[in-house]
């Protein structure tokens, strides 16, 4: 029963990730800036998890700890979400969609440097396809890096990347504390620099120029994409196995293209057919394939696969 409640979680997570390439488009830049949008979502959320929090839990966290839960907040919050939504007011829900289920490859990479991961042929196999995926990508058709949509890619990638960096230091914490002490902790650390960012083009917003539609936008984006979003990742990692969290992020490219193209917002290419074919097959690579070790690093956990992403 614990498992299909998680599993139910992670479906709805990666049903809101999915939709939110897309709602967010309606949203920015025409009516709010990607850094404005930012601070809205990270500060409601904030409040949320410490609400949420302060009923629950009410779990201290140790002084030494601190400045790492700083540095999650730096690359979880700040880096990650600024980086994704001024990405993804330049660039298209596909080529986002598909950029960001890199992070596992990029997980591995991370852990590997870091002694968490060992490699075989497989995973060197997966991270050489999904990096031709993403060149393709970032590339565009003939490899044209002067793309419209270059900037808003090469954002988006950099996203990615900041959040895989997140996933692997945020791994001890997630061991010494309640998920939820630890996120609360994430959004505050990263609510000051996200609102220096963003209260300029939060000052610019013209309220008054929303629509009904666009106020359900914006509420989709905070609630679901931001709080119930966290909220159902974490309380699935406590039932299932970190692997199977990550499995679910391949949904995301599939419901993006899905609601973009129903909607008018987008179309298939051949190169986005391709690039979503080299990526696939990458992060299952990665993923999934080759337990056999290659060059092995000393085991520092029992479950070291767990890094793969979490």
């Not at 890096?145 to 895989?164: E, I, K, M, P, R």
């Not at 939820?180 to 013209?206: A, D, M, N, R, Y």
């Not at 609601?259 to 190169?271: A, F, Y």
């Amino acid at each position: 029963m614990k498992n299909l409640r998680a599993h139910i979680y992670l479906f709805i997570v990666n049903l809101f990730y999915g939709a939110g390439f897309t709602v967010s488009k309606m949203v920015m830049p025409q009516f709010i800036k990607p850094f404005g949008f930012i601070l809205i979502r990270v500060s409601l959320t904030t409040l949320l998890f410490f609400v949420l929090h302060q009923f629950w839990i009410k779990e201290k966290v140790e002084k030494k700890d601190l400045l790492l839960l700083a540095a999650c907040g730096l690359f979880g919050v700040v880096i990650n979400q600024e980086l994704f939504f001024l990405g993804l007011s330049i660039t298209t829900p596909i080529n986002a969609s598909l950029i960001m289920i890199m992070t596992p490859i990029l997980v591995f990479v991370i852990s590997f440097f870091l002694s968490h991961e060992s490699v075989t042929w497989q995973k060197i196999a997966g991270l050489l396809l999904g990096s031709a995926g993403a060149l393709i990508i970032l590339g565009g058709k003939g490899f044209n890096f002067n793309g419209h949509t270059l900037w808003g890619d090469f954002c988006v990638l950099l996203n990615a990347t900041s959040f895989a960096v997140y996933l692997v230091i945020v791994r001890p914490l997630m061991k010494k504390y309640h998920p939820l002490t630890v996120i609360k902790w994430v959004f505050f650390f990263g609510l000051l620099p996200v609102f220096l960012f963003g209260i300029h083009q939060f000052s610019q917003i013209e309220w008054g120029t929303f629509t009904p539609t666009i106020w359900l936008c914006v509420a989709f984006i905070v609630i679901c994409t931001t709080f119930f979003a966290y909220l159902l990742n974490i309380l699935a990692l406590r039932e299932v196995h970190s692997s199977v969290v990550g499995a679910y992020i391949y949904l995301q490219p599939v419901i993006a293209t899905i609601i973009s193209i129903s909607l008018g917002k987008d179309h298939i290419t051949s190169e986005k057919v391709l690039s979503a074919a080299l990526i696939f097959s990458g992060v299952y690579f990665v993923s999934f394939a080759g337990k056999p070790r290659m060059f092995a690093k000393p085991e520092t956990e029992p479950d070291s696969d767990d890094m793969v992403l979490e």
